[in-house]
């Protein structure tokens, strides 16, 4: 149980292009889903944390108009990079929670490249 | 906010032998304590977590200490395997907005097992 996937997993674009990742909690009702960002060699920073139903909200530093974050549904949210910059290319992975559980269950995580 | 310092940043240890990676918390609210194991290119995998309310907990070869009085937890795997060799990550929750418990990542710690 407690599985999350994600899609796509990988992605290469233009610079300037917009870019959605999906994220999905295929056996349990997710709701409160996190995305973070995921440099080479480095650690898991948290971008913003998604309420099904309500606005996310953003950690400091990071752009909601650039990082469009929608939560529709028990099982959904997706994360929309807006006019991607080869700076903007990383590791990006969700995770998802239940109501009443502290553990967060990983997706695979999507790589984008922006060219 | 919450700040989760992590080492060391690299260990090496033969196989059989013990590793320790200890991490140290700012936030003296936090309540909840994840380990987390991330092979190369992969999700990170939950392999243990500790409670504020619990000072030690075990399965099998990994054990997880905490002192909340210093602000600290430690990882400990006994009887290291190559398949250990992975890079691991200690975090720290604290209640966010919005009801979701947000994780505080450590810097990472890539742990080798050498045959």
């Known amino acids: 149980g407690a599985v999350v996937s994600q899609h796509p997993s990988w992605v290469i674009c233009k610079s300037g292009t917009s870019v959605k990742i999906e994220c999905r909690s295929l056996d349990f009702q997710a709701t409160t889903m996190f995305w973070y960002r995921q440099f080479p060699k480095q650690s898991l920073m948290l971008m913003a944390t998604?309420?099904?139903?309500?606005?996310?909200?953003?950690e400091q530093g990071v752009e909601k108009d650039k990082f469009l974050i929608n939560h529709a549904s028990l099982t959904l949210s997706t994360l929309t990079v807006t006019s991607a910059h080869p700076e903007d290319s990383s590791f990006y992975i969700c995770?998802?929670?239940?109501?009443?559980?502290?553990?967060?269950?990983f997706g695979p995580g999507t790589r984008l490249l922006v060219l | 906010g919450e700040n989760v310092e992590q080492h060391p940043s690299t260990l090496s240890v033969q196989e059989g032998d013990s590793a320790v990676i200890k991490c140290t918390y700012s936030d003296s609210a936090s309540n909840y304590f994840p380990w987390y194991k991330q092979e190369l290119g992969k999700r990170p995998q939950l392999i243990i977590d500790?409670?504020?309310?619990?000072g030690e907990k075990k399965d099998q070869r990994i054990a997880v200490t905490l002192n909340k009085t210093a602000k600290h937890f430690s990882l400990h795997i006994t009887e290291t395997q190559p398949e250990d060799s992975a890079v691991y990550f200690c975090a720290a929750s604290i209640r966010g907005t919005g009801g979701g418990n947000k994780l505080t990542f450590g810097t990472g710690t890539q742990l080798k097992v050498e045959l």
């Open positions: 500790i409670r504020s309310n619990v």
């Open positions: 995770s998802a929670k239940t109501r009443y559980q502290e553990t967060q269950y």
């Open positions: 998604s309420n099904e139903g309500s606005k996310a909200t953003y």
